[in-house]
């Protein structure tokens, strides 16, 4: 099975405003001690592309991942 998974430049592009203001809420996702997981866990993003990947995932389509799969 083939799984598209888009460069970070295009996690970015998904998302609506100028990118200093994507920066600030990555930032403000990163330290939102009140998520379902740590985002900044190193165990679970090892790459800022993971990062954005969970970003972008929970911005655009309310979703988290666990470490497994991704949550409602």
Known sequence: ?????????????????????KLC????????SQDNFNCVNSEIFQT???LWLAFVMYEKYGKTWNGNEWLT
């Open 48 to 50: 800022l592309e993971q």
């Open 1 to 21: 099975m083939c799984v598209w998974l888009p460069r970070q430049d295009q996690l970015q592009e998904m998302l609506d405003g100028e990118p200093w203001d």
């Open 25 to 32: 809420r990555l930032y403000d996702f990163g330290n939102n």
